[in-house]
T-cell receptor, first 115, second 115 residues
């Protein structure tokens, strides 16, 4: 069975600090996809990043970066120089290699960025 | 391009009643998924519709049903409401071009309260 764990329930940082959100996943599939979504108070989940299981290259996109390590089944997400607008709930999600759209989401991490 | 639109935004019902939620996907998107979000269970996959057919289904009782119309709009129905059905119901759409790693685009959700 697939499972996503986000051990950090809530994190508070002061603006301009860097913050890393942890994600650990479980799957028996050899091909799978990992995502990070952000949910601001308005409710809709906003796509942030996506990674395929066969591509472990870590990248930076603006203030976002991620660290995908297959050996430890982790897909951590870092926000550099956090801003108040980054305050939201962040979800890590796992998807199997099929054409369906049934994502398995983690419980979420609530990030509060204080001015 | 308009995003995913869900109506109504808020809904209050009493136990035993039934409810219908509506979702209009992004123009051109053929897949519509539904998720239930509660503080206790987090985000859980309900079902997915593609080309007017249910393609995937989560572990929810038969009281939860849905359908998709020829214009890709979708409705979700919950019959014989229970207190535990109180949740934010999120709809998501995707292009469904046959790529397994497609991202979901979410609506702002319908907040259902069952009294």
């Amino acid at each position: 069975a697939q499972k996503v764990t986000q051990a950090q329930t809530e994190i508070s940082v002061v603006e301009k600090e860097d913050v890393t959100l942890d994600c650990v996943y479980e799957t028996r599939d050899t091909t799978y996809y990992l995502f990070w979504y952000k949910q601001p108070p308005s409710g809709e989940l906003v796509f942030l990043i996506r990674r395929n299981s066969f591509d472990e290259q870590n990248e930076i996109s603006g203030r976002y970066s991620w660290n995908f390590q297959k050996s430890t089944s982790s897909f951590n997400f870092t926000i550099t120089a956090s801003q108040v607008v980054d305050s939201a709930v962040y979800f890590c999600a796992l998807k199997e290699d099929n054409y369906g759209q049934n994502f398995v989401f983690g419980p979420g991490t609530r990030l509060s960025v204080l001015p | 391009k308009a995003g995913v639109t869900q109506t109504p935004r808020y809904l209050i019902k009493t136990r035993g009643q039934q409810v219908t939620l509506s979702c209009s996907p992004i123009s051109g998107h053929r897949s519509v998924s539904w998720y239930q979000q509660t503080p206790g269970q987090g985000l859980q996959f309900l079902f997915e519709y593609f080309s007017e057919t249910q393609r995937n289904k989560g572990n929810f009782p038969g009281r939860f049903s849905g359908r998709q119309f020829s214009n890709s709009r979708s409705e979700m129905n919950v019959s014989t409401l229970e207190l535990g059905d109180s949740a934010l119901y999120l709809c998501a759409s995707s292009l469904a071009q046959g790529n397994s790693n497609e991202k979901l685009f979410f609506g702002s959700g319908t907040q259902l309260s069952v009294l």
